[in-house]
């Protein structure tokens, strides 16, 4: 089978690391996989040497807004390769439009990786789903159960669930320099290390961790906080670096989040809206407790008390509750939510996940 994914950029976001993840396991199950990305990969190609050599990637080399030369060069490109599955991601579906309506050989399916009404971003994006979804020429599919209910809501149709994967070793290996940075990082052998691995952005809101850290460590709790991801919003950041606290570390990108995982003792989301995190699946398998806010698909994921902590809602006073709520857990019962983590990851591989893309580009999905 003839594959054809398409994305905007292969930047560090979650959608961009699925995808990667995704035409890789297609490309190792014996179908032939062409990536199309839109902008330049020399500036948005974070994960690009992580791709099978295998894959051809075709590179638009778009600039940034709306393209009117894209639909067509676009257009231009599938016919040509006349595949027989184009799978598109965030704003990639606005610029096939033409190719789905007239080009009908090929079937087409769409990943909707956040909240369905925020996914659409303009009004032009919500007007091309709504038709192409009308039409049934592109099939969407939706990440969580939470992902699949926002859909229904939004579309008033149905989409098919097919969890967000990620394959994660059993047995992650530290590197001297990670464990190095940890070593400087720890102030003592009780220091407890949070993670974050997101972007720096207004939706993810690592300010809002900051400051609850830092009240903690003014409190006099041994905390420390390391923020990983590139810099989106120099608001943020800026909120941030005021605050000026020896305990919270910004280290910008990394390759190898899994290590500064398997070291952290608890993984931090406090965002204000989710789909599926792609980190959050690297903690569980990682066997790290996540500390997060209930949005999202989140809350199909991280059972409180069991395999991680919720926060009672969004503000900043509940996410600084929850983390004082970790910081009195035992050291057995972290043990055994720790390990409650790890077996909570088993049906979250991205082998599994691309098995199910795989029925689905069949036709012969069969949801539970």
Sequence with gaps: MRIVEIIPQLGSGGAERFVVDLSNELTEAGHEV??????????????????????????????????????????????????????????????????????????FFHTVHSDAALETETAAGKWIRKFLYALKRVCPVTISAESRKSFRQFYGIDAPLILNGRNVPSDIKISDSV??????????????????IAHIDRNKRQDIIARCVNRLSVEGYDVALVLIGRNLNNEVYSRIDSIGSPVIHYIGLRHNPLEYLAMADAFCLASEREGFPISLIEALGAGTVSICTPVGGIID??????????????????YYNALKRFLAISSDEMARMAKNAKSSYAKYSMTECAQNYDLLFHGKLIES
């Design 179 to 196: 464990l190095t940075e940890f070593k400087n990082i720890r102030k003592s052998a009780n220091t407890k290390v949070f993670v974050n």
């Design 301 to 318: 994921v991280v059972e409180d008390g069991e395999n991680g902590l919720l926060s009672t809602d969004i503000s900043e006073e509940a």
């Design 34 to 107: 062409i990536l199309i990305v839109f902008h330049p990969l020399d500036k948005e190609g974070f994960f690009q040497d992580e791709l099978n050599p295998a894959i051809r990637v075709i590179n638009l080399n778009k600039s940034v807004g709306l393209s009117f030369s894209t639909y067509y060069r676009l257009s231009k490109i599938l016919f040509s390769l006349r595949p027989d599955v184009i799978h598109t991601h965030l704003g990639a579906i606005n610029y096939i439009l033409p190719t789905a309506v007239l080009l009908r050989r090929s079937v």
